[in-house]
Every structure is written in C-alpha cells, then in structure tokens.
C-alpha cells in the first residue's frame, strides 16, 4: 500500500482526534480515581455507595456543536472530492485537506 502525503496528514488527523477523546475521558474520570489505601472506612462513616457520575461526552456550548457540524460538512466534502462524486478536477488531488480539518473540527464537538 502507497502511503502519499494526504494519507499520512489524514492519519495524523485521525490520531489527533483520538487522542483529544482519550485526554476528555480522563479528564472527566479523574475526580472519581482514588488513593490506593483510601479503602478503609473511618468510624462513623456511611456504608453506602455513592452513586457513579454520568456525563455527557457533547459539548454543551453551541459554538463547539456549530464547528463540529461543520466539520461533518468537510468530511462529506472531502470524501466526495476522493470518490469523484463532485467533478472538481482542480481540487481532486486536494481530497485531504477538507477531510482533516473535518475530522480536526469534529473534535471540538465534545468536553
């Protein structure tokens, strides 16, 4: 397999994207992580479990969901480029460049 320099900027892209979620997972289990020795119940304290935090991976922010959007756009821009669908001579050997900046914009659609 041929790797061209679209390929190798939209595999960066791709890592960068995943990498971003990964950061926002840990971000968002970081305040239920405890100290190894924190086992141990003090006297007095409730035996009950605390209940485990949910959290909506979306950004709530409307500007963040209005990128995102338009980085969906990109992507099916940029995949129409690569397939020939849309006849753009000019911008066919360019198909990368819309659809690593979708998938880079995509990632600012969560928190």
Known sequence: MKLDNGTIVLLLA????????????????????????????????????SPINRYWILSPYPRDLIIAGLGVLAMIFGILLKTEVLQLPQMAEYWWLPLSFG????S???R
């Open 14 to 49: 791709a890592a960068a994207f995943y990498i971003r979620l990964v950061w926002i997972q840990r971000e968002h289990a970081r305040p239920n992580w405890k100290p190894a020795g924190s086992s141990r119940k003090k006297k007095g304290q409730n035996s009950k479990t």
């Open 108 to 110: 600012f659609g969560f």
């Open 103 to 106: 998938i880079l914009a995509f």
